[in-house]
């Protein structure tokens, strides 16, 4: 089945921690996102990928670090310098051209601080 | 900047009852795209239905209907003969039609009950 494949579901930082989420896809998408969702909040934009070897900040990057050094692959990492990442993690990737984009989510990620 | 608004935190249904989730936009331009997602316990989103606003004809997918009011800048979604399955949080999201980069803003989200 295609998809977007999110891993850990759960995640625990330690303060002080870097950590890594996981986002495949295998749809061949070229435009990949990562997303952050509070409680009461609509999802805010961190960082998105349009193709390989090139991202750009979203709304709330400060923190944050990703890569896309594979089409399928578009890690986030949560460093140190992240003061409040306990929240929902998403990651999407967009299909279809201009009249017909949409969206795909993977089953997100909860980090949470020790 | 665009912003969205959704004023339900929480709205409650009887099963097989109408319901209708209310957002609004603000928005200066005339080109964009109005989308509603659900997102169920699982928490993986799913477009629900999308409408363009050039569009005057309001969109619909199955039991789902969008009330598209570009003069008022309301996007409300109506979900007739609600089932248990419906419940989610549900996502109201614009996008501008000149961005080239799929930027969506979100509102808040509105929680759904279905009373069986």
């Known amino acids: 089945d295609g998809g977007i494949t999110q891993s850990p579901k759960y995640l625990f930082r330690k303060e002080g921690q870097n950590v890594t989420l996981s986002c495949e896809q295998n749809?061949?998408?070229?435009?990949m996102y990562w997303y952050r969702q509070d409680p009461g909040q609509g999802l805010r934009l961190i960082y998105y990928s349009q193709i390989v070897n090139d991202f750009q900040k979203g709304d709330i990057a400060e923190g944050y670090s990703v890569s896309r050094e594979k089409k399928e692959s578009f890690p986030l990492t949560v460093t140190s310098a992240q003061k409040n990442p306990t929240a929902f993690y998403l990651c999407a990737s967009l299909s279809g051209g201009l009249a017909n984009e949409k969206l795909f989510f993977g089953s997100g990620t909860q980090l949470s601080v020790l | 900047a665009q912003t969205v608004t959704q004023s339900q935190p929480e709205m409650s249904v009887q099963e097989a009852e109408t319901v209708t989730l209310s957002c609004t936009y603000d928005t200066s331009e005339s080109d964009y795209y109005l989308f509603w997602y659900k997102q169920p316990p699982s928490r993986q989103m799913i477009l629900v239905i999308r409408q363009e606003a050039y569009k005057q004809q309001n969109a619909t997918e199955n039991r789902f209907s969008v009330n598209f009011q570009k003069a008022a800048k309301s996007f409300s979604l109506k979900i007739s003969d609600s089932q248990l399955g419906d419940a989610a949080m549900y996502f109201c999201?614009?996008?501008?039609?000149?961005?080239?980069?799929?930027?969506?803003?979100w509102g808040a989200g509105t929680k759904l009950i279905i009373k069986p």
């Open positions: 749809l061949n998408h070229d435009a």
């Open positions: 999201a614009y996008r501008s039609g000149v961005d080239s980069n799929y930027q969506l803003i």
